[in-house]
């Protein structure tokens, strides 16, 4: 059965937890001001004095993402043109808390669903996505929901939007003549490095400028349509979204079909979710189905 909002928390995280692991592993960061900053489906997140964070997975499933950013995100980090928070200490399981987690600098900004990036970093962010779609080793890991073949998420796509069907109007025929347009485009290009999970709150903006990327967990080898579909999530002026597109260079008309497909995913997971529990959420999951329907006009 789905999942349909945000899990649970299967480890009780706090304030208190976070400073016995740092007094117990890293005790010169210990005497830091920690709060609690937010919490997302897989990890907790803590404030370490001014310059510093702590990512702590909060799921079973979440422990091996954190694994995979600690191990691959440093080995890509170099080429990317966008600062990202490569691990700067790593805690290992200790007291009642059961798996390893990050110390990682903190990036300014806020999330991009709280403040878009301005249309001008349209071409920034495309050659972000340049410098990060590059090979990806053989050992380099497989994400089984993210750069797959989308007739792998259809059975999930389409129960979700037939529940959604009852309770908006975005379902739309064009929407799903999209995704069906999606299915039959072949992938024409080969495996990259991905991000894997580029939504809003995993991108940091300033003044309208995308000042961080975080959030690796997803981190994987596949198709880049996956990551493409961040320009629907990002981005509300079509000239930006086009620009982007333009910027990135040779995509095409079925990558391009692809990327919708996958802006339909993370639209429909956010919008069926938020409805649930988080109002955030679905806002940024309606926005990607407008301005789909936006692009289609």
Do not use: C
């Amino acid at each position: 059965m789905q999942q349909l909002g945000m899990p649970i928390s299967e480890v009780e995280i706090d304030v208190s937890l976070v400073t016995s692991l740092l007094q117990e592993q890293h005790p010169d960061l210990a005497q830091l001001p920690i709060h609690e900053v937010d919490a997302g489906w897989d990890n907790a997140i803590f404030r370490l004095g001014e310059d510093l964070s702590i990512r702590l997975p909060r799921r079973q499933v979440a422990a091996k993402l954190i694994e995979n950013e600690q191990t691959w995100l440093p080995q890509i980090s170099d080429r990317l043109i966008i600062p990202v928070p490569n691990p700067y200490r790593i805690g290992q399981p200790g007291g009642n808390y059961p798996w390893r987690w990050s110390v990682l600098p903190w990036l300014t900004g806020v999330a991009a669903d709280q403040q878009e990036p301005h249309p001008e970093q349209a071409k920034n962010f495309a050659l972000f996505l340049q410098s990060l779609h590059q090979p990806a080793p053989a050992d380099a890991p497989k994400n089984p929901f993210r750069g797959i073949p989308l007739q792998q998420r259809e059975v999930m796509l389409l129960e979700r939007m037939q529940r959604l069907e009852t309770k908006t109007d975005l379902m739309t025929p064009k929407i799903k003549n999209i995704w069906n347009l999606a299915l039959n485009a072949p992938i024409d290009t080969s495996p990259t490095w991905l991000h894997g999970d580029l939504h809003p709150r995993n991108v940091l903006v300033e003044d309208g400028i995308i000042t961080g990327i975080i959030d690796w967990g997803d981190i994987t080898q596949g198709d880049i349509a996956t990551d493409l579909a961040a320009i629907w999530m990002l981005f509300s002026d079509r000239n930006a979204r086009e620009k982007v597109i333009a910027e990135y260079g040779n995509i095409s008309e079925a990558t391009l079909q692809r990327a919708k497909g996958w802006a339909i995913v993370f639209g429909v997971l956010l919008l069926d979710t938020g409805l649930i529990d988080n109002t955030r959420h679905a806002v940024m999951g309606e926005k990607v189905f407008r301005r789909l329907l936006e692009d289609r006009e």
